[in-house]
């Protein structure tokens, strides 16, 4: 599945998304009260993956590129079939059962990621939006 980066929804909280055109299919960071999260989803109403980072930078950066090999690896017309790992505790480095599925359904070599901006500035800038409105 090819993924294309597309703007930020900062009204619906959504940073650094990624999409696949034919799809719909979306990889974004999402910031939260105590950390920020990766993201995937369909539609904006039903997240098929939620994978909570904490306030981790390299947790947050190395879930995100762990959840875009998956996707790449994923054939469009079988996302559907597709079963993410779903988390029993937050943060994700709680959960090390689900951390280790999630790095052996991407493989050795992950998609290399452009560093975050720190994760806490993505929240100021979320919560300054928030305020202004």
Sequence with gaps: MILKRIEDNLEEHYFYQ???TNTGVTICLYSVLF???VRVYHNEWYCDADYCGGNN???????????????YKIEEKNYRNFN???PERKPISNDPECLNELRNLAG???IKQDRFPDINLIRYVQNSYILKR
């Design 108 to 110: 050795k070599v992950l």
């Design 84 to 86: 993410w790992p779903i």
């Design 18 to 20: 990624k999409r696949n």
């Design 57 to 71: 930078q390299k947790l947050v950066e190395e879930l995100y590129s762990i959840t875009e090999t998956i996707l």
């Design 35 to 37: 950390g920020t999260r």
